[in-house]
């Protein structure tokens, strides 16, 4: 049973550049979330994709922009890059069943900016 | 987002011994989950709580979803070196699918 996976692990660009970072969910979800993690802070919620449609959307700028394929994989994208936009971007799965649903997490992309 | 108050904010035990945190939010949760993260790797799920006052085990872990359903706690019995790591608590409210994540307790323990 294949877990949540992400591509590339690491990435470093330039301030300015975009960047684009994907997500499979864990076989059976059909959700994905994604969460921005500074260094010791714990993750916060960027946006959720269910039905291939922006489900819920958290404090952060249109810059971060996303998409959800049939195929329930995600990608996570941003563009003008900030220095401080440098930190562990996650991805989450789960199943849509309502409010409280359990999401897993993948290993997560370490992004640089410079 | 909402923050949640997580603490305490780090831990130095000796092995065998038995670790307690909590967490607490000033508003009403419907989920409450546990998470454990290596350094470099994404939070793996420690243990899930649905409903309040529910008290759930995993191994030698145990967490109980507050009665208040604005707090919870997550024990560790006779720690081991492998239990060291920073551990989450996260909550979902009423309003949304986003979970809200405490700072961390991040734990360390000595053989």
């Known amino acids: 049973d294949a877990g949540v996976t992400q591509s590339p692990t690491h990435l470093i660009k330039t301030r300015g550049q975009q960047v684009t970072l994907r997500c499979s969910p864990k076989s059976g979800h059909d959700t994905v979330s994604w969460y921005q993690q500074a260094l010791g802070q714990g993750p916060q919620f960027i946006f959720q994709?269910?039905?291939?449609?922006?489900?819920q959307r958290g404090n952060f700028p249109d810059r971060f922009s996303g998409h959800q394929f049939p195929n329930y994989s995600s990608e996570l994208n941003v563009n003008a890059l900030l220095l401080g936009d440098s930190a562990l971007y996650l991805c989450?799965?789960?199943?849509?069943?309502?409010?409280?649903?359990?999401?897993?997490f993948g290993p997560g992309t370490r992004l640089l900016v410079l | 987002g909402q923050q949640l108050n997580q603490s305490p904010q780090s831990m130095f035990i000796q092995e065998g011994e038995d670790v307690s945190m909590n967490c607490t939010s000033s508003?009403?949760?419907?989920?409450w989950l546990w998470y454990k993260q290596d350094p470099g790797e994404g939070p793996v799920l420690l243990i899930a709580l649905y409903k309040a006052g529910e008290l759930t085990s995993n191994g030698r872990l145990t967490a109980q979803f507050g009665i208040t359903r604005k707090d919870s706690f997550l024990n560790i019995s006779a720690s081991i070196p492998s239990d060291v790591g920073i551990y989450f608590c996260a909550g979902t409210s009423s309003s949304g699918y986003a979970l809200n994540f405490g700072k961390g307790t991040s734990l360390l323990v000595t053989p």
């Open positions: 989450a799965s789960s199943l849509a069943t309502g409010t409280g649903e359990t999401q897993y």
């Open positions: 508003s009403i949760f419907n989920t």
């Open positions: 994709y269910y039905e291939e449609e922006e489900r």
